[in-house]
C-alpha cells in the first residue's frame, strides 16, 4: 500500500539552529504540498509543487523557511534559523493534481525552545 | 487565509447515532474535499464532490454540495467508536491560485 513517508516524526531542537524535514511522495504523483498544523492556526499551506516546480510558497516565511524538490522521490522544508513559534506538525501531502485527493503523511512534530 | 469553516467545532454523540457536519466557504470552487484526521496522524481522504454534483455517497459517509449557498454537508450514518476523528473539509479556488485550503475542523467523539 503507497504512502506518503516524512522523516522525522519528531524533532526537538533550540532556537536559531537548522531544521530539515524530509518527504517521500509517492511514486508517481505530480504534486507535492507542505502544510503546518497548530491549535490556533489549524492547517496552513505553506507551499506547493506540481512537476518538481514550486507553484505557490506565498504561506511561508521567506526569509527563514525553503522548500524545494531535488528529484521526484524527495522533498525538503528547511527552517533557518528556528525560532520558537515554528513550534508544530508539518505535513507533507501528494496527489495528482489540486483536484483529486491528498495523500498524507503522518507528519513531522517540531519542538523549538 | 481560511476558505472553509466547519461547524459544529466539536460534536459529541451515542454509538449507533448520525453525526452531521457542516461546511461553509466563501469564493466559488471547482471542487471540495473532505478528510479525516485520527490523533497523531495524517489526514485521510473520505470523498471528493465536484462543483457540478450535489450529492455523493460512499458507504456510511453521505456528502452534499450546495454552490448557491457555498456550504457542504457530511453525514456519517449508524456511527462506530471508531469515527472519533477530526474532519475536515478543503477547498479549492475557482479562480486564481490552484490550491487545497482546509478549514479548522469538527472534532467528532462516538460515545459507546
Known amino acids: 500500500d503507497a504512502r506518503v513517508t516524512q522523516t522525522p516524526r519528531h524533532k526537538v531542537t533550540e532556537m536559531g539552529q537548522e531544521v530539515t524535514m524530509r518527504c517521500q511522495p509517492i511514486?508517481?504523483?505530480?504534486?507535492v504540498f507542505w502544510y503546518r498544523q497548530t491549535m490556533m492556526q489549524g492547517l496552513e499551506l505553506l507551499a506547493y509543487?506540481?512537476?518538481?516546480?514550486?507553484?505557490?510558497d506565498s504561506g511561508m516565511p521567506k526569509d527563514r523557511f525553503s522548500a524545494e524538490m531535488p528529484d521526484a522521490t524527495l522533498a525538503t522544508l528547511k527552517i533557518q534559523p528556528s525560532e520558537p513559534r515554528d513550534s508544530a506538525v508539518y505535513f507533507c501531502?501528494?496527489?495528482?493534481?489540486?483536484?483529486?485527493?491528498?495523500?498524507f503523511g503522518n507528519g513531522t512534530r517540531l519542538t523549538v525552545t | 487565509s481560511q476558505q472553509g469553516e466547519e461547524d459544529p467545532q466539536a460534536l459529541s454523540i451515542q454509538e449507533g447515532e448520525n453525526a452531521t457536519m457542516n461546511c461553509s466557504y466563501k469564493t466559488s470552487i471547482n471542487n471540495l474535499q473532505w478528510y479525516r484526521q485520527n490523533s497523531g496522524r495524517g489526514l485521510v481522504h473520505l470523498i471528493l464532490i465536484r462543483s457540478n454534483e450535489r450529492e455523493k455517497h460512499s458507504g456510511r459517509l453521505r456528502v452534499t454540495l450546495d454552490t448557491s449557498k457555498k456550504s457542504s454537508s457530511l453525514l456519517i450514518t449508524a456511527s462506530r467508536a471508531a469515527d472519533t476523528a477530526s474532519y475536515f473539509c478543503?477547498?479549492?479556488?475557482?479562480?486564481?491560485?490552484?490550491?487545497?485550503?482546509f478549514g479548522q475542523g469538527t472534532r467528532l467523539t462516538i460515545n459507546p
Open positions: 511514486l508517481g504523483h505530480n504534486t
Open positions: 478543503a477547498t479549492d479556488l475557482l479562480q486564481g491560485a490552484q490550491k487545497l485550503v
Open positions: 509543487f506540481r512537476n518538481r516546480a514550486p507553484l505557490d
Open positions: 501531502a501528494s496527489g495528482l493534481g489540486w483536484d483529486s485527493p491528498l495523500h
